[in-house]
């Protein structure tokens, strides 16, 4: 129960996943939340406990809901009677185009990608700071830029990025607080046509998909080996710059 233990919101599948497996080989214990991917949940858990003898546990929340956040911080207490790193992974994309798309639709992305990490920030924070923890938010390098058929998605997560910057601040000198920028990564769940794929895969420098793994070793490094690291954000896009 002395190990560092990290919470991962999103963690059944995915970069999440990814990430829960990389910590789990660094020796930590894992919380690791879900909110419809019972199946996929449970099954890493089970992986992630024949691993170095990693202890993981598993929590159901609808990240909508206000009391979420306290939820999820009270059982990992509860349970490992610690938690040192928090990452924010959990998070809603599907196409808006902006033209076409109600603005009521905007509340669902700031929901889940904006309003979610930041009550667990809040909730996590005294937690996190008994031990000089650390906080890690999924952004995107879209972030930057703008995209014009995900423009609320890109709303929130630009925002997120802001608030990733006010908290490094706010939470210093106890709590380092970064951000990691995925570039193409997965192919989302929704159908993506192969000249598009073809073409940003092309806009990267390395010339090729990454992987989930990338990310995952970007999000430890930023956890447990960047002590002099706060306020900042990586990108890990194959040197995708231009990606207009």
């Not at 910590?23 to 996929?40: D, M, R, W």
């Not at 192969?194 to 990454?210: C, P, R, V």
Request: include cysteine; aromatic fraction near 6%.
């Amino acid at each position: 129960m002395s190990r560092p233990t990290v919470l991962i919101t999103g963690a059944a599948r995915r970069i999440g996943r990814a990430t829960a497996l990389a910590f789990a080989k660094k020796g930590c214990n894992l919380v690791l939340h879900y909110n419809q991917s019972e199946a996929e949940a449970t099954k890493l858990a089970d992986e992630l406990n024949q691993l170095n003898d990693t202890a993981s546990i598993t929590v159901q929340a609808d990240l909508n809901a206000e009391s979420a956040a306290s939820q999820l911080v009270d059982k990992t207490l509860n349970h490992f009677n610690r938690l040192d790193h928090l990452v924010n992974n959990a998070s809603v994309f599907y196409p808006t185009p902006l033209i076409h798309t109600p603005v009521e639709n905007l509340s669902a992305f700031l929901t889940t990608n904006l309003f979610a990490p930041v009550r667990l920030i809040n909730q996590a924070a005294t937690a996190i700071k008994t031990n000089k923890g650390s906080i890690v938010n999924l952004i995107d390098i879209y972030a930057d830029a703008g995209l014009a058929d995900h423009s609320f998605y890109v709303a929130a997560k630009s925002a997120l990025k802001t608030i990733t910057h006010a908290c490094a601040q706010r939470f210093a000198p106890d709590i380092r607080v970064n951000g990691v920028s995925p570039g193409a990564i997965l192919w989302p769940d929704i159908p993506v046509e192969q000249a598009k794929k073809k073409a940003i895969i092309n806009h990267s420098a390395l010339k090729t998909l990454g992987h989930p793994e990338n990310i995952a070793e970007t999000i430890v490094y930023l956890c447990l080996n960047a002590h002099y690291t706060t306020g900042s954000i990586i990108r890990v896009d194959g040197g995708r710059r231009d990606y207009l």
